[in-house]
């Protein structure tokens, strides 16, 4: 039988090609020289003795961790303030107006707040021991949410439990790297990390300059027509703030949003300062646009400005915000916010759908205080008269007898040892993106009288005068 | 097919049961030296240490999973891939679609809403529960139901009162009464719920200047510095200590927070096996030797960052050898002891002091305040110029905003008390029960025979389930029987390892752990846990030993 099967197979062989065989005996050898032959690893360093590896070892000299700093460095010698952070503040132990942290409707030293927060401690402790997917999900938190959700005239909200962490976390759960963001240049820090945390392509247009930001987008358009199919993955955003933080001017909401629609974007707003401040009944900038709340995609906005506790939210639509449960980094990795903390926002926000005359109380204090602070002579005001944030800057005509960039930290000074509290806000120049000018930031909130501000005003302008040369 | 079970004792045991010696760098001689009864043996020539260097025997289990349990744990995972297929061809999803944008490029990609809408729903329910009161040793659930196959929830109005073996709250801080609760609302009437100013600006209390300076006495270094958030710690600090040009050598099993620090520092990363010191030296080696990626360079400085607990694994990091290494290479350390502050040696203060060593030789030594201290926040400690660097030069101490006061007062009074700072043996007890709890614990899982991870002394306990769908079944089971854990799976596991994992707490007494003990070899037997091939040790376990009695 195999005498048969071996006379088959031989004459198979004779009737096959010669080239046939040729290929088949190569590839064979191919298979055998693979299997058998040393891999190269280019990781090693084989080429190179012990001892060489040795002394190349020992001559590497690191850095060092962290280089000298300025013993004299304003944050190493911080003022302390030995009181709760009210309308009165206690800067070690100098009692001053407080015009430097961001209380804008008073609720820090709120006594219904602060009740309540007691409360919470003796029912659910301080902590929430654990991430909102293991058992830190607390029934205030879902409340909260909730009602945000209704304030916000929106589907869904998502809390966070650090103000920082919402925006720089909520930016990459959406934006990736082969997407594309339209950001205004003055942004604030947070949102620059959320950027930075995405890797998309970043294009910056100048800030609140609408037509620079077309321009940016026509050449967009230019791109995406030569590549279509690239153009039908890319993702477009264009990230605003409401109130910039950074300059204290009001973001033109109506034309963003004429963009939106013309070019395809998603819009995302920061609204950490506007939230609780602008609009009738304080429910941002689209109220105060009268813009609906489904052209804006996506809110987001810290709490730790108007509602004076810790922590951070994104409201918007079922659909957009629902993802971030999911890939929010700070939202699934971190633990979330105390209870405490979170009751404190629900009754901030409780107060805030009420009483609707602590925004009109705002908005007349932030415009009694643009108009006052217009007459100091030396120094100029650039944000919004709405703003509760003002920036203050040195005029250009004014002379003054010390350098100019340490005029602005010595007015300061001067007004905390005279009972106003204004503060310079420090930035980081190495890391940020475009560092803003050093000027002064002031906060309004909605409790000085007429006579508060012209106080403050009157302490500035000493200030100014001190330090000008005539 | 036997099981290639492996338990580490310092690597004197290798794999397939054969017993070979590894002699790095004199390190052989170290493992001979071990605590008995608190006696402390010698220390090393040669060592820079000036305190007394105890030597530790650890012991750390991983057994590796029976062939047939991996190949049933992949089949299971396609089939439920395939029925989600089928589920997405004949049914339209009942999910929230996208209004009033036609025309725009889709928000979501396809394979990620897949996987959630139809892999993930089946089990969702096991995730995100509510609670409605303090997590401490037994939480209250609020019980829900779905109506359509995990859509949608709807609260049922009931509530469960389960044995909390889920939240961590390792030394029972999480309490509505006592000193913690009723100096925080102290806090709150002296300075406010919140500051609302960033650190460097406004966001200075005597409370944080207290609390900086009793968290360096805490962790015996020279000054700290304190955060509201301890993601936020990890994720906004890293980048201020690191830059293009330096290199990192990360741990595998890192957090999520530490390698979004470690991204956004733009150093270059290299990964190493999990608490693998070979691979660690090797990876440095080459590193050294080859210098910059493309231009040749030297290296400007190289961070090795490591966890004190893995979570996921239940592993400890090997200080000493790391340490060993650092020295040797010149490189720099960064621990996060985000689980372990507070819940190893024996006065709590984490992982330097469960080795016996140094706390100045670890360079950056990091922790959160979110488990051990039942509060929120984070630190770093470490040097006078580290922390002087961070003040200035941190992106946390400069934008975010500072830590709420009765946050900071409830760390304050916890470590108080852990230090023995009020005068009573409080923190001792909290500390030595919590101690006492794992040990017997863990006995008392493997004479089960289920496999769980990690080093016999970590409160963190996995029990290895395998499949996707027993994490699911495992949880729910326990729940009905009042005991709540947490299931963790895909994607932040490994495919294969699905596992349930149990946090135990000082706050735990021995007749819960003994009910809970009960229930889990109820349902070993039912829901078929027995995983591990090893022998199931015979002896009794007792409550109260930490190293067994020769």
């Keep these: 039988m195999s005498q048969f099967v071996l006379m088959?197979?031989?004459?198979?062989?004779?009737?096959?090609?010669?080239?046939?065989?040729?290929?088949?005996?190569?590839?064979?050898?191919?298979?055998?020289?693979?299997?058998?032959?040393?891999?190269?690893?280019?990781?090693?360093?084989?080429?190179?003795?012990?001892?060489?590896?040795?002394?190349?070892?020992?001559?590497?000299?690191?850095?060092?961790?962290?280089?000298?700093?300025?013993?004299?460095?304003?944050?190493?010698?911080?003022?302390?303030?030995?009181?709760?952070?009210?309308?009165?503040?206690?800067?070690?132990?100098?009692?001053?107006?407080?015009?430097?942290?961001?209380?804008?409707?008073?609720?820090?030293?709120?006594?219904?707040?602060?009740?309540?927060?007691?409360?919470?401690?003796?029912?659910?402790?301080?902590?929430?021991?654990?991430?909102?997917?293991?058992?830190?999900?607390?029934?205030?938190?879902?409340?909260?949410?909730?009602?945000?959700?209704?304030?916000?005239?929106?589907?869904?909200?998502?809390?966070?439990?650090?103000?920082?962490?919402?925006?720089?976390?909520?930016?990459?759960?959406?934006?990736?790297?082969?997407?594309?963001?339209?950001?205004?240049?003055?942004?604030n820090f947070a949102i620059q990390k959320g950027l930075d945390a995405s890797r998309s392509r970043l294009k910056f247009f100048k800030h609140n300059d609408t037509n620079d930001l077309e321009s940016l987008l026509l050449e967009q358009a230019e791109l995406d027509k030569k590549n279509p199919k690239k153009a039908n993955v890319t993702r477009r955003f264009l990230i605003v703030e409401g109130i910039y933080m950074n300059t204290g001017e009001i973001c033109p909401l109506p034309a963003l949003i004429e963009l939106r629609k013309k070019y395809k974007l998603r819009i995302f707003v920061d609204e950490s300062v506007s939230f609780g401040t602008l609009g009738v009944t304080g429910r941002g900038v689209t109220e105060y646009f009268d813009v609906p709340k489904q052209d804006v995609d996506m809110i987001m906005c810290s709490m730790e400005w108007a509602l004076g506790t810790i922590g951070g939210f994104c409201v918007g639509s079922s659909f957009i915000v629902e993802h971030q449960r999911l890939s929010g980094l700070g939202y699934c990795f971190s633990a979330s916010l105390p209870p405490l903390l979170t009751v404190a926002a629900s009754k901030a926000l409780d107060i805030m759908t009420k009483d609707i005359t602590i925004f009109s109380d705002l908005?007349?204090?932030?415009?009694?205080?643009?108009?006052?602070?217009?007459t100091i002579n030396g120094l100029k005001t650039k944000s919004h008269k709405h703003s509760p944030v003002k920036h203050l800057v040195l005029s250009d005509e004014c002379v003054f007898t010390i350098p100019r960039e340490e005029v602005l930290y010595e007015i300061s000074n001067y007004c905390i040892q005279h009972g106003i509290a204004v503060i310079v806000p420090s930035y980081l120049e190495k890391v940020e993106k475009f560092t803003p000018t050093t000027s002064i930031r002031l906060t309004v909130n909605n409790k000085l009288s007429s006579e508060e501000i012209k106080q403050a005003c009157t302490v500035l302008q000493e200030a100014c005068n001190a330090l000008m040369s005539h | 097919m036997a099981a290639k079970g492996v338990v580490n004792e310092h690597s004197l045991v290798g794999k397939n049961g054969v017993s070979t010696q590894h002699d790095r760098n004199g390190l052989r001689k170290v493992q001979e030296f071990c605590i008995q009864n608190g006696k402390i043996q010698e220390s090393r020539n040669g060592s820079t240490h000036h305190s007394k260097e105890k030597k530790r025997k650890t012991v750390e289990s991983f057994e590796q999973v029976p062939l047939y349990t991996a190949v049933m744990t992949y089949l299971g995972f396609y089939l439920l891939m395939f029925l989600g297929w089928l589920n997405q061809l004949l049914f339209t999803p009942n999910v929230a679609r996208e209004q009033n944008r036609e025309g725009y490029v889709p928000l979501y990609n396809r394979f990620e809403s897949f996987y959630l809408r139809y892999v993930y729903r089946r089990v969702r329910d096991c995730w995100n529960i509510p609670i409605c009161s303090v997590p401490g040793a037994e939480v209250v659930l609020k019980d829900r139901i779905t109506r359509d196959y995990g859509w949608t929830f709807e609260f049922t109005g009931t509530e469960t009162k389960c044995l909390n073996l889920g939240s961590y709250n390792y030394l029972g801080?999480?309490?509505?009464?006592?000193?913690?609760?009723?100096?925080?609302?102290?806090?709150?009437?002296?300075?406010?719920?919140?500051?609302?100013?960033?650190?460097?600006?406004?966001?200075?209390?005597?409370?944080?200047?207290?609390?900086?300076?009793?968290?360096?006495?805490?962790?015996?270094?020279?000054?700290?510095?304190?955060?509201?958030?301890?993601?936020?710690?990890?994720?906004?600090?890293?980048?201020?200590?690191?830059?293009?040009?330096?290199?990192?050598?990360?741990?595998?099993?890192?957090?999520?927070?530490?390698?979004?620090?470690?991204?956004?520092?733009?150093?270059?990363?290299?990964?190493?096996?999990?608490?693998?010191?070979?691979?660690?030296?090797?990876?440095?080696?080459?590193?050294?030797?080859?210098?910059?990626?493309?231009?040749?360079?030297?290296?400007?400085?190289?961070?090795?960052?490591?966890?004190?607990?893995?979570?996921?694994?239940?592993?400890?990091?090997?200080?000493?050898?790391?340490?060993?290494?650092?020295?040797?290479?010149?490189?720099?350390?960064?621990?996060?002891?985000?689980?372990?502050?507070?819940?190893?040696?024996?006065?709590?203060?984490?992982?330097?002091?469960?080795?016996?060593?140094?706390p100045y030789d670890v360079d950056i030594l990091m922790g959160t305040f979110t488990k051990s201290f039942g509060s929120a926040g984070g630190y770093i400690a470490g040097s006078k110029k580290l922390i002087d660097?961070?003040?200035?030069?941190?992106?946390?101490?400069?934008?975010?905003?500072?830590?709420?006061?009765?946050?900071?007062?409830?760390?304050?009074?916890?470590?108080?008390?852990?230090?023995?700072?009020?005068?009573?043996?409080?923190?001792?007890?909290?500390?030595?029960?919590?101690?006492?709890?794992?040990?017997?614990?863990?006995?008392?899982?493997?004479?089960?025979?289920?496999?769980?991870?990690?080093?016999?002394?970590?409160?963190?306990?996995?029990?290895?389930?395998?499949?996707?769908?027993?994490?699911?079944?495992?949880?729910?089971?326990?729940?009905?029987?009042?005991?709540?854990?947490?299931?963790?799976?895909?994607?932040?596991?490994?495919?294969?390892?699905?596992?349930?994992?149990?946090?135990?707490?000082?706050?735990?007494?021995?007749?819960?752990?003994?009910?809970?003990?009960?229930?889990?070899?109820?349902?070993?037997?039912?829901?078929?846990?027995?995983?591990?091939?090893?022998?199931?040790?015979?002896?009794?376990?007792?409550?109260?030993?930490?190293?067994?009695?020769?």
């Design chain 1, 8 to 187: 088959d197979v031989f004459q198979a062989f004779n009737e096959v090609p010669l080239y046939h065989v040729c290929l088949e005996v190569f590839l064979l050898l191919m298979v055998l020289w693979l299997i058998f032959h040393q891999s190269y690893n280019p990781n090693e360093t084989g080429d190179l003795s012990k001892e060489e590896l040795q002394a190349l070892i020992d001559e590497w000299t690191p850095e060092e961790l962290v280089s000298d700093v300025d013993q004299n460095h304003r944050a190493l010698h911080p003022r302390v303030i030995t009181s709760k952070a009210q309308k009165y503040i206690s800067i070690d132990n100098n009692k001053c107006l407080n015009l430097a942290t961001h209380n804008y409707l008073n609720f820090v030293g709120n006594e219904i707040i602060e009740k309540s927060a007691i409360d919470t401690i003796h029912k659910y402790g301080v902590g929430s021991c654990g991430p909102r997917g293991f058992y830190g999900t607390v029934d205030v938190h879902l409340d909260l949410e909730n009602k945000l959700a209704e304030f916000m005239e929106m589907e869904e909200a998502v809390v966070y439990s650090y103000g920082f962490s919402t925006i720089a976390s909520a930016i990459p759960a959406y934006a990736k790297r082969s997407d594309v963001i339209f950001v205004d240049e003055k942004v």
């Design chain 1, 363 to 374: 908005k007349d204090c932030c415009e009694l205080m643009h108009s006052a602070l217009e």
């Design chain 2, 173 to 358: 801080f999480a309490e509505t009464k006592g000193p913690c609760a009723e100096e925080s609302a102290q806090a709150i009437r002296d300075f406010g719920c919140a500051q609302c100013s960033p650190c460097q600006e406004l966001g200075t209390n005597p409370l944080i200047v207290e609390l900086e300076k009793l968290t360096a006495e805490f962790l015996g270094v020279e000054d700290a510095i304190v955060f509201g958030m301890g993601f936020g710690t990890n994720a906004l600090n890293l980048p201020s200590l690191l830059g293009p040009g330096c290199l990192v050598l990360s741990d595998e099993k890192n957090h999520a927070s530490l390698i979004l620090g470690l991204r956004l520092s733009g150093a270059t990363i290299k990964v190493f096996k999990h608490n693998n010191m070979k691979n660690l030296e090797k990876v440095l080696k080459a590193a050294i030797v080859k210098g910059q990626p493309r231009s040749r360079r030297p290296w400007k400085k190289i961070l090795i960052v490591v966890e004190g607990i893995y979570s996921m694994e239940g592993s400890i990091v090997k200080l000493p050898e790391i340490l060993e290494l650092k020295r040797k290479y010149k490189a720099y350390l960064y621990v996060d002891e985000a689980h372990c502050i507070g819940a190893l040696g024996e006065r709590g203060r984490g992982v330097v002091e469960y080795f016996g060593c140094n």
């Design chain 2, 389 to 550: 660097y961070l003040r200035i030069n941190s992106h946390a101490a400069c934008y975010a905003s500072a830590m709420s006061p009765p946050v900071a007062q409830q760390i304050f009074t916890s470590m108080s008390i852990i230090m023995g700072k009020d005068g009573t043996m409080e923190g001792l007890r909290r500390i030595r029960q919590l101690a006492y709890n794992t040990r017997y614990f863990r006995e008392r899982l493997k004479k089960m025979g289920v496999i769980i991870y990690g080093n016999q002394d970590s409160p963190v306990v996995p029990l290895l389930v395998y499949m996707f769908s027993k994490i699911g079944a495992v949880v729910r089971t326990l729940k009905q029987r009042r005991i709540a854990v947490v299931g963790v799976g895909f994607p932040a596991t490994p495919l294969m390892e699905g596992r349930i994992r149990i946090c135990l707490s000082a706050a735990h007494t021995k007749e819960q752990l003994d009910a809970a003990l009960e229930t889990f070899e109820e349902i070993a037997n039912t829901l078929g846990l027995r995983y591990s091939q090893q022998r199931r040790p015979t002896d009794p376990v007792l409550y109260g030993v930490l190293d067994k009695v020769d």
